[in-house]
């Protein structure tokens, strides 16, 4: 029996890439900062380079502490609450920010989004399609 899937949203991304890269946007009060992500289904939570909760103002060491653990290390994050929005789905998450001003890889995390998201790849193609969780299509 064939499967029928509906998505909102479908984001071609460059196969010439390591990983599926896609465009960020963070919003924290007025200010926002926009920039891409790795999309990381083994990642527990989402992860972004200390400068841009800088860019949004966030005093980055007042949030919440959060060791992450990794196959190769283990790093200090801070968790705060703003809001993401990838493909024009947001809603407002808990993300971590880098403690070390010399992490840069920002990754996109099963906790605070994938949880959120309906999701589909066609990596052959370079297709990943999106909506929100709740979307009724």
Same mark, same amino acid.
């Given at each position: ?5 509906? %998505? @909102?949203?479908l ?5 010439? =890439? ?5 465009p960020? @946007?963070?919003?924290?009060?007025? !200010? =926002?900062?926009?920039? !891409?992500?790795?999309?990381?289904? &083994?990642?527990?939570?989402?992860? %972004?380079a @200390? ?5 949004? &103002? #966030? ?6 502490p959060?060791?992450? &653990? !990794?196959v190769?290390?283990? %790093? #200090? ?6 809001? #993401?929005?990838?493909l024009?789905?947001?809603?407002e998450? !808990?993300?971590? %920010? ?6 840069? @890889?920002?990754?996109? &995390? =099963?906790?605070?989004?994938?949880d959120?998201? =309906? ?12 909506s ?6």
């Amino acid at each position: 029996m064939a499967a029928t899937l509906t %998505f @909102r949203h479908l984001f071609h991304y460059a196969l010439d =890439q390591i990983g599926i890269t896609i465009p960020v @946007r963070l919003q924290w009060g007025n !200010t =926002q900062a926009v920039f !891409t992500a790795k999309v990381d289904t &083994g990642a527990s939570f989402c992860i %972004f380079a @200390r400068a841009h909760g800088e860019a949004l &103002g #966030l005093d980055i060491e007042a949030g919440r502490p959060q060791r992450i &653990g !990794t196959v190769m290390c283990s %790093f #200090l994050t801070f968790g705060h609450t703003v809001t #993401l929005s990838v493909l024009e789905v947001s809603f407002e998450t !808990t993300v971590y %920010f880098t403690e070390e001003a010399s992490f840069h @890889r920002n990754v996109l &995390g =099963q906790h605070g989004w994938l949880d959120r998201l =309906q999701l589909g790849l066609v990596d052959y193609e370079g297709k990943l399609y999106l909506s929100d969780y709740n979307d009724a299509l």
